[in-house]
């Protein structure tokens, strides 16, 4: 059995979505992984907004890999930023940072700006859906 059960969905005719898919389609255990933020295992925040996503992603496979699961296993990433302009001027440097984590593993995802996140110091906020095999 292939370890990765995730298809992404794409409605013919639409155009090819870059850096997430449309939708995700698999079967197996469901991990639903609480937002993480860009701090590391001591609380220390990592300093800008590509560190807080790289760091926030790194710990959601940190909760994923208690479950036995990877980025190949992630079927939904939301995303909440507190500056929505500072994403858009960090995304050059965004997607290499992704890649490094995630690999070339692009899930559903959304991304919305939030008015204020818990932790003051926090620039991201990213939950996570993944889909495991039995």
Excluded: C
Aim: proline fraction near 7%.
């Amino acid at each position: 059995m292939p370890d990765n059960l995730l298809t992404a969905l794409q409605p013919p005719g639409w155009p090819a979505p870059r850096g997430y898919s449309n939708g995700m389609i698999g079967s197996g255990r469901i991990v639903v992984v609480g937002g993480q933020i860009g701090w590391d295992a001591t609380g220390k925040f990592a300093t800008g907004f590509v560190a807080q996503v790289r760091q926030a992603l790194e710990n959601i496979l940190a909760v994923l890999a208690v479950a036995g699961g990877g980025p190949e296993h992630v079927a939904r990433l939301t995303w909440y930023v507190v500056d929505i302009a500072e994403y858009r001027a960090s995304l050059a440097e965004l997607s290499p940072a992704y890649r490094a984590v995630m690999g070339r593993n692009f899930p559903a995802m959304a991304l919305v700006q939030v008015v204020a996140l818990v932790e003051a110091e926090a620039r991201v906020e990213i939950e996570a859906t993944a889909i495991l095999p039995d």
